[in-house]
């Protein structure tokens, strides 16, 4: 009998279940950057319409990157916090269902496998060595689609989303202070369109989405923040 882990074909799902997963981070990561790019640029640049001293724009540009960049981290950090709560609790109870219904949970089990277009014996025997193995991961991956071994980190989750939106959140900060203030506001403007071309195609390329369309919406984004904001820092600074 072959072992799982020797198994080509299961080799390249566990690769491809990894692959998965980092893609998905670095997807989260670019979303990120994109709103630290975005919110940032907007706060500086009606400031800037403002017609406020360097000073106060210096100190607002960067609370704004601050201020977000936590916020990011306290969010992302309760929401998957919250999720992985909801996925240990999935599993305790799966665990206790399985403590005391462990013949209707293997029948459940081999039912799962078989409705994925496997024989019912050979559904059986694959269920057989499951349940011998861990079967609370079994179960947990066909009825539940939690992996016991990968749960979410919140930790992870909170500190990536921080250092993402810091990474977006320099640009329009960096491009508006060390300009000339007679040049500043388009000169943050063709920065943070760069940017966001950039983070559109990077995440249109992860999610093999149409390119074009993903930098349309997030330059257009983008845009339409920065003449908002700007408009109301001018009205504001009268």
């Known amino acids: 009998m072959t072992e799982p882990t020797t198994d080509p074909d299961y080799a390249a799902d566990t690769q491809s279940g990894d692959i998965a997963s980092r893609l998905n981070w670095l997807r989260a990561g670019v ?129 990536a989303s921080m250092l993402a939106f810091t990474i977006g959140g320099l640009i329009p900060l960096a491009a508006i202070l060390l300009t000339p203030r007679g040049i500043a506001v388009p000169v943050t403007a063709i920065a943070v369109i760069v940017a966001l071309a950039i983070t559109g195609s990077v995440s249109a390329h992860l999610g093999r989405a149409p390119k074009l369309r993903a930098i349309a919406r997030t330059v257009g984004g983008g845009i339409l923040a920065m003449a908002v904001t700007y408009g109301v820092g001018i009205l504001v600074g009268k």
């Open 31 to 159: 979303m990120g950057a994109n709103d630290g790019i975005v919110s940032t640029a907007g706060i500086v640049v009606g400031v800037a319409g403002a017609a406020v001293s360097n000073g106060s724009l210096t100190i607002a540009g960067i609370a704004a990157v601050v201020a977000g960049a936590l916020s990011m981290a306290v969010g992302e950090y309760v929401s998957v916090s919250s999720q992985r709560d909801s996925e240990r609790a999935e599993l305790n109870n799966e665990q206790s269902q399985l403590n005391a219904h462990p013949e209707y949970e293997f029948r459940q089990l081999t039912k799962l496998i078989q409705a994925q277009g496997i024989d019912g014996e050979l559904a059986r025997k694959v269920a057989l060595q499951l349940s011998a193995k861990d079967p609370l991961a079994a179960h947990a991956r066909l009825e539940l689609g939690i992996d016991p071994d990968e749960l979410s980190n919140p930790w992870q989750a909170g500190l």
